[in-house]
Each structure stands twice: as C-alpha cells, then as structure tokens.
C-alpha cells in the first residue's frame, strides 16, 4: 500500500504536470504557429533550441539550470533583488525545469498540426474579411484540435515521468519537491519493491492510457468519411 509520503508525491508530481502543460500550452502556442508560418531564413536555430531538450541528458539540462536558478545565477540574482528567494530546491524552480525539458513535447506536436492545416483555409477566412485573430481562433485552433490533445497528454505525461531535471533542480525533499520518480528510486534503493512496484505500476497504466487514447482519437480524427 501508500505511505503518506508517496501520497504527497503524487500529489506534487499531478499538480507540478498539470501546471506544466498549462503553461506550455499557453506560450507553446504562440511559439508554434509562429514555427509553422513563419519563412524566415534563421528559423532552423530556433527549432535546434527547441527540440534540444530531446537529446540533450537530462542531468546537463538540470545542472545548468541549478546554476541559473541558484542564488548566484541570473535568476537567482533577479529573485533576491526583487526580495524573493532562489528558485533552486523549490516547487517554482521544478515548474521552470520542466517547462524547458518538457518544451519540445508540446511546441511540436503543435506545429506539425499547424503546418498540416496548408495556407488555404486561412486565405479563404481572410478573403471573408476575418482578422488575423478571428482566422487564429475560429479556423487554425479548431482544425488543429488533434494537435492540440496530442501535445497536452505528451506533455502532461512526459513531466509526470520526470526524474533527472527535477532531481538536479529540486533535489528531495519530501512535501515540497520529491516527485514520484524519485520516490520510486528511494524505495528502490531501499529494497522496498512492493511500495516501488505499487508506484511503478501506478505510472504505468496511466501514461498507457493516456497514450491510448491519444492515438485513439487522433485515429478517430484522421477517418475521412467515404
């Protein structure tokens, strides 16, 4: 069975995915469209920047974070001169870890969907005197859909199974920044594979059903009526 402590981690690992996905839905959508519509030259640099996260070890990603978020980094300087704190081994600095190991996650599966849409249906609203905002909203974000559900659960999922990142920025402090994996691991480590097993599984069934029925419905979508 659960500990109290696994309980909690569970709780910290829903709540820093889901604010997570939140957040790089809002700003990875932007980011997205612009990627797909976008012709200029130096474009490829930014998407290397973006899909960095895909290749890069997660513990170098972590480190350098450590650094920018600790209290001599840039950030961590920011935050003391606004009279805050550093965000290194807090729950904000595990929100701004994931977002940029997550990032890629969500930006992606976005812009394959916005490139998929074509200049037609835009030019057509537009020729209907929509604004570019209306044209955004009412036609790119509706036939973007699949795109949209896509990079929620890959993103959702992808933080929730988070371990080097979150480990390297927030280190383990149970109640305020040990997440689920890295419960697992001390459990692991402490030769209790029931409590490992029960986790394990746990994150098991539901990244496979999310997954599924991503690929369920995109595969619902993608049906063309004969």
Not at 20 to 26: F, G
Not at 156 to 161: R, S
Request: charged share 10%; net charge neutral; with cysteine.
């Amino acid at each position: 069975m659960l500990a109290n402590s696994d309980i909690t981690a569970l709780i910290i690992t829903l709540k820093l995915a889901l604010l997570t996905t939140i957040i790089l839905l809002v700003v990875g959508t932007p980011l997205a469209w612009w990627m797909a519509r976008s012709r200029w030259r130096y474009k490829f640099l930014l998407e290397a920047v973006v899909a960095l996260p895909l290749v890069l070890p997660p513990t170098v990603l972590g480190f350098y974070l450590l650094v920018a978020l600790g209290p001599n980094g840039p950030l961590g300087s920011l935050m003391l001169a606004l009279g805050g704190q550093p965000l290194a081994f807090t729950f904000a600095g595990l929100v701004m870890g994931s977002i940029f190991y997550s990032l890629p996650f969500v930006v992606q599966p976005l812009q394959q969907a916005f490139t998929s849409i074509g200049h037609r249906p835009m030019e057509v609203a537009a020729t209907l005197r929509a604004s570019p905002m209306d044209r955004f909203f009412t036609v790119a974000v509706p036939l973007a859909r699949s795109g949209f559900l896509t990079a929620a659960v890959l993103g959702f999922a992808h933080t929730v199974g988070e371990f080097g990142v979150v480990l390297m920025i927030g280190g383990n402090i149970p109640g305020e920044t040990q997440v689920l994996s890295i419960a697992i691991y001390d459990h692991v480590e402490a030769l209790e594979y029931s409590q490992a097993h029960w986790l394990s599984g746990g994150l098991l069934l539901l990244c496979f059903t999310m997954l599924m029925g991503v690929y369920a419905i995109n595969r619902r979508f993608s049906v063309t009526p004969a």
